[in-house]
Structure formats: structure tokens, C-alpha cells
């Protein structure tokens, strides 16, 4: 008697297929999800960041795109020969050594005072995180206000103090004002400190006071090294706010919206601004931003080859 042959489909190799099959369908669900923020970066993001880089290169004012022509490294060229350009430059690198390492430092220091077990500590949380979601035109416009040299609360104060007034937007005291008004909103990065606050073991705590190590102690060598990762992050982020800075300076001691600022608070993007808008100076605007993100770009790498020296992470990061 005949008997019919089996299937010789090896089960393993049914599995695989499957497998197969189901590894793909989830990567294509997962390029579908993503398809929309995708093709938006693309139009809204990529897209003009390349073309910027291609017009930064030519002769482009805004009214001879049918008649551009490329003048290769002319434009970046005149950055470098540009008086107010370097001179912004050299006024952003100043606010930036200024306001970085200080709001760090602030940002800190109320994360540690907030992360105490006190009543209503939720509601003291939210007061000193609420200045930095207040839109930076009603920032600007209530410190302009307050830094009147009349009739200013702060001038008002000084004054019932019987203490001299100052010039809070004059030349001298431009650049202060403005790191100032910056570091109102320094409490931003509560959240990120709060939560590397957060992830440390409280057993370590417990394990160093046994100890007999001080609070202070406690403080330099378990809280420090292990926040370090985040000052890390506040630091770069940091870095990369103040050079973009343009509406602060303008709102805090411009007149008009395509006004430059008092000269002291002349900064890199705002020169850039003006070159574009104020003067049409399209290509040359392209340029000086391409300039920009290469510095912070720099600096950027700059920070990050330095972590390794004072950037301490609990994970083992050769294994």
C-alpha cells in the first residue's frame, strides 16, 4: 500500500518566517507613527537648514533669486572682517560665561531646597518653577519696568532705602541687567535637578551618616558626583540658550522690534537678525548663523571631552 508523503516543512523554518514577518510589521508600524513628525522635519526643518547653507554661499538679498551666483566663502569671509560681528560675538561669549555657570549653580541650589520633606512643599515647587513657563515678551517688558531709572520698583526701593540709584539700562550696567533678568528663570531646570536628586540612593545617605560623615560632607561627596550627569546636561542646554539670545537684549533696552539693543547688549544673534531683516543681507545673515551653530557646535565637543574628567556615572560605561 502507498503510503502519502509527509510535508516537509520544517517546523523551525515556519517559525522563522514567521518571525520574520512579525519583525516586520513592527518596524513599518513603527516608520508609520513616526512618518508625521518625520515628514515635517524634512519641509520645516531640513529642508531650510540646507537651503540656508546653499544661499550663504551665493549673493542672495532677498530679490534676486533668479539671478544668484555663487561666491563661494566671501560671505563667511566678511564675518571675520566684521567689526560689529566680532564685537557681538565677543558680548555673547561674555553673557554666556556669565549666566551659565551661575544659573547652573542656582538651578541647583533650589532643587536641593525644594527636594526637603516639608508641608506644601508642592506649592513652594510650582511658585519657583512658574517664571520659567511666563513667555519671555512679558518677561522682558516687566523687567524693562522695573529696571526704569524712574519710577522703577527696584530704583523705588533703593531710593526708600536712602541708597543711590542706578542706571539699570544705561551702558555700564546693560550686561548685568540682562544676566539678571536671564537668571529669573533659572528655576527651569528644577525638574531635571529635582529628578537626578531623585535617583539617588537614599542608602548611601544612610550608609555615610553611620559614618559620622557631616551634611556638608555628605553633600561634596555623594550628592555632587552623582548630580554631575545633569549639571552636565543644564550646562550644554545652557550653552546653547545664550548664544541663541536675541528677543531678551531687544526687549530689555530696544525701542523698536528691528532696533538694535544699547550697544553693550549687542549679541551675535541679534547682529544676525538685523543683518537679515534690517539690511536684507540674506546671504550674509546665512552665514553668521552657520558661524554660530559651528561655535556652539565647538563647544559644545569641547564640553563633552572634558566630561570625562568630572562627570562621574554610576554604570560602568567600558562594560
Request: net charge positive; charged share 10%; proline share 4%.
Amino acid at each position: 500500500m502507498h503510503t502519502p508523503a509527509l510535508s516537509a516543512t520544517p517546523v523551525g523554518k515556519s517559525k522563522a518566517r514567521k518571525g520574520i514577518s512579525e519583525k516586520t510589521r513592527r518596524t513599518t508600524a513603527f516608520y508609520l507613527m513616526i512618518s508625521p513628525w518625520f515628514i515635517v522635519f524634512l519641509i520645516f526643518g531640513l529642508y531650510p537648514l540646507l537651503y540656508g547653507l546653499y544661499l550663504s554661499f551665493t549673493n542672495f538679498v532677498g530679490f534676486n533669486i533668479n539671478h544668484l551666483k555663487i561666491v563661494g566663502l566671501q560671505n563667511y569671509k566678511n564675518v571675520f572682517t566684521d567689526t560689529d560681528a566680532m564685537f557681538a560675538l565677543g558680548r555673547t561669549f561674555l553673557v554666556t560665561i556669565l549666566y551659565v555657570p551661575i544659573s547652573t549653580l542656582i538651578g541647583l541650589l533650589l532643587a536641593l531646597l525644594l527636594n526637603q520633606k516639608i508641608r506644601g512643599m508642592g506649592i513652594y515647587r510650582t511658585i519657583f518653577y512658574l517664571p520659567s513657563i511666563v513667555p519671555v515678551v512679558s518677561i522682558g517688558l516687566m523687567f524693562r519696568f522695573m529696571y526704569a531709572e524712574k519710577g522703577g520698583i527696584i530704583n523705588n526701593i533703593l531710593s526708600f532705602l536712602h541708597l543711590p540709584t542706578v542706571s539699570w539700562l544705561g551702558y555700564d550696567h546693560a550686561t548685568l541687567s540682562l544676566v539678571i533678568m536671564m537668571l529669573w528663570g533659572a528655576g527651569g531646570a528644577i525638574l531635571i535637578n529635582l529628578a537626578g536628586l531623585k535617583g539617588i540612593s537614599r542608602d548611601l545617605y544612610e550608609a555615610s551618616s553611620i559614618d559620622g560623615a557631616s551634611a556638608f560632607k555628605r553633600f561634596i561627596s555623594i550628592t555632587m558626583p552623582l548630580m554631575t550627569p545633569v549639571i552636565f546636561f543644564n550646562v550644554v542646554t545652557g550653552i546653547i540658550h545664550a548664544f541663541q539670545m536675541y528677543i531678551q537684549p531687544i526687549l530689555l533696552t530696544g525701542l523698536k522690534f528691528l532696533d538694535a539693543p544699547i550697544r553693550p547688549n549687542y549679541l551675535y544673534a541679534v547682529h544676525a537678525f538685523q543683518q537679515v531683516f534690517a539690511f536684507q543681507r540674506f546671504a550674509y545673515g546665512m552665514a553668521l548663523l552657520w558661524i554660530m551653530f559651528i561655535v556652539i557646535l565647538l563647544l559644545t565637543i569641547v564640553v563633552f571631552a572634558t566630561s570625562k574628567y568630572w562627570v562621574y556615572y554610576e554604570t560602568d560605561q567600558e562594560g
